[in-house]
């Protein structure tokens, strides 16, 4: 599959075979997820290209619509790659909110359907402390927590490691899937709080295995 810059237009995707439009499958640019499929002209094609923000044609409205242009729910483009034929686009993104109008995190549910099962929760999990961060919600530990600033979350890490590693000497197996998900958690504030992306993480342990 070809690699379709972001800083360019493309003139090699093949849009005569869909009477001038091309399907275009959006998938979470951290956890893989599949979001939604729509489709693409040309001219949506190099809007998307040109905002670095999902924008669409529909078949019903025959009309460019940009996803979330009433809800704010954008696709912040990362790539666009096209498959062999260059008739058939894969969009990856990251959401800023649900990616279907129904409410749910795709249109096909909130469950997860990528490759990485559970572990996307991951990502969806790093989205829901980017949210308590930003709105602030006056019950909310997450954005307590991150009020108290770096050092009381790195404190807060290394008491959980501890009870991890406690619960991995005398505690049952139960009880270091709990404490082990404590210490998850606090993490992904920590990373928040530096502002640094899981992702950075994942990439990390990636060029150590390859």
Same mark, same amino acid.
Request: hydrophobic share 40%; net charge neutral.
């Given at each position: 599959?070809?690699?379709?810059?972001? @800083?360019?237009?493309?003139?090699? =995707?093949?849009?005569?075979?869909?009477?001038? #439009?091309?399907? %275009? =499958?959006?998938?979470?640019?951290? @956890?893989?997820?599949?979001?939604?499929?729509?489709?693409?002209? +040309?001219?949506?094609?190099?809007?998307?290209?040109?905002?670095?923000?999902?924008?669409?044609?529909?078949?019903?409205?025959? +009309? #460019?619509?940009?996803?979330?242009?009433?809800?704010?729910?954008?696709?912040?483009?990362?790539?666009?790659?096209?498959?062999?034929?260059?008739?058939?686009?894969?969009?990856?993104?990251?959401?800023?909110?649900?990616?279907?109008?129904?409410?749910?995190?795709?249109?096909?549910?909130?469950?997860?359907?990528?490759?990485?099962?559970?572990?996307?929760?991951?990502?969806? #999990?790093?989205?829901?402390?980017?949210?308590?961060?930003?709105?602030?919600?006056?019950? @909310?530990?997450?954005?307590?927590? #991150?009020?108290?600033?770096?050092?009381? =979350?790195?404190?807060?890490?290394?008491?959980?490691?501890?009870?991890?590693?406690? %619960?991995?000497?005398?505690?049952?197996?139960?009880?270091?899937?709990?404490?082990?998900?404590?210490?998850?958690?606090?993490?992904?504030?920590?990373?928040?709080?530096?502002?640094?992306?899981? +992702?950075?993480?994942?990439?990390?342990?990636?060029?150590?295995?390859?």
């Amino acid at each position: 599959m070809s690699r379709v810059p972001l @800083s360019i237009e493309v003139a090699s =995707i093949d849009f005569g075979k869909g009477d001038g #439009l091309v399907p %275009a =499958i959006v998938q979470d640019a951290d @956890s893989g997820a599949v979001l939604m499929l729509a489709y693409m002209n +040309r001219e949506a094609l190099e809007q998307t290209l040109a905002r670095k923000r999902a924008v669409f044609f529909s078949r019903s409205k025959r +009309r #460019l619509w940009e996803k979330g242009e009433t809800t704010g729910h954008t696709l912040d483009v990362v790539d666009v790659v096209a498959d062999c034929d260059n008739d058939t686009l894969l969009v990856t993104a990251r959401p800023r909110g649900p990616a279907c109008h129904n409410g749910t995190l795709t249109c096909f549910g909130d469950e997860s359907r990528s490759a990485a099962g559970e572990l996307a929760f991951l990502a969806k #999990l790093e989205g829901i402390i980017e949210k308590r961060a930003s709105e602030k919600p006056e019950n @909310s530990y997450t954005a307590k927590l #991150l009020e108290k600033g770096v050092a009381r =979350i790195a404190q807060k890490v290394g008491e959980e490691g501890v009870e991890v590693a406690l %619960a991995g000497v005398g505690g049952d197996a139960d009880k270091v899937v709990e404490e082990s998900a404590d210490l998850l958690f606090h993490l992904l504030v920590l990373l928040r709080a530096r502002g640094i992306a899981l +992702r950075k993480v994942v990439q990390k342990l990636e060029s150590r295995h390859r």
